[in-house]
């Protein structure tokens, strides 16, 4: 079982950054891939990026990428994401996932995190 905890989301400017994280509870944390997804007002959930858990391999979806970069702490049994030249399309309620392999925690993680508010005025 993984209990996770999203924080550091908040209002930014357009152009602005922010950092994410997500604390999980578990002795076996650095045995899960780990992913951020988002879900705006009126839109479905979105996968953003993930890492697994062997090599700290990373996905992005092409909307975010070469702006948003996650990394994990085993030792502190976080996952973060760093976002760079936000734009108001990036509102969202950002979420954290946890599954035992990088194809689930893209696709249907099975534990997630409730969630925290980014907003990027313009």
């Known amino acids: 079982q993984v209990q996770l905890v999203e924080s550091g989301g908040g209002l930014v400017q357009a152009g602005g950054s922010l950092r994410l994280s997500c604390a999980a509870s578990?002795?076996?944390?650095?045995?899960?891939?780990m992913a951020w997804f988002r879900q705006a007002p009126g839109k479905e959930r979105e996968f953003v990026a993930a890492?697994?858990?062997?090599?700290?391999?990373?996905y992005y979806a092409d909307s975010v990428k070469g702006r948003f970069t996650i990394s994990r702490d085993n030792a502190k049994n976080t996952v973060y994401l760093q976002m760079n030249s936000l734009k108001p399309e990036d509102t969202a309620v950002y979420y954290c996932?946890?599954?035992?392999?990088?194809?689930?925690?893209?696709?249907?993680?099975?534990?997630w995190g409730q969630g925290t508010q980014v907003t990027v005025s313009s």
């Open positions: 578990g002795r076996t944390f650095s045995r899960y891939a």
């Open positions: 996932a946890a599954d035992s392999t990088i194809q689930i925690v893209t696709t249907a993680p099975g534990y």
């Open positions: 890492i697994s858990w062997i090599h700290g391999n990373t």
